[in-house]
């Protein structure tokens, strides 16, 4: 069955750096198109990035220049790379695999931005 799982995540400074991994199974990895979403407290699920089955990638307004999402097709891995980092990115992060019309998620992973 599709399994996602998420690691990377963690407590980091404002301005500081954090790379996010999602481990993928159970599914053609390279044929799927992958996103990293974010929640944080009291607010609604969020697209954060977006990286097609080409390497297109797409990005919301509030992470360009500051985040890169990447692929690994032998790992089966997409990653988040996330650079000066602020308080609002605090946030429970997320991967999305959508295959056949079903969205699938891993369990998620914690980033706290703070001094």
């Known amino acids: 069955q599709v399994q996602l799982v998420e690691s990377g995540g963690g407590l980091v400074q404002p301005g500081g750096s954090l790379r996010l991994s999602c481990a993928a199974s159970g599914f053609t990895f390279r044929n799927i198109a992958m996103s990293w979403y974010r929640q944080a407290p009291g607010k609604e699920r969020e697209l954060v990035a977006t990286i097609t089955v080409f390497g297109g990638t797409n990005y919301a307004d509030s992470v360009k220049g500051r985040f890169t999402i990447s692929r690994d097709n032998v790992k089966n891995t997409v990653y988040l790379q996330m650079n000066s980092l602020k308080p609002e990115d605090t946030a429970d992060y997320y991967c999305?695999?959508?295959?056949?019309?079903?969205?699938?998620w891993g369990q998620g992973t914690q980033v706290t931005v703070s001094s």
């Open positions: 999305k695999a959508v295959q056949f019309g079903r969205d699938y």
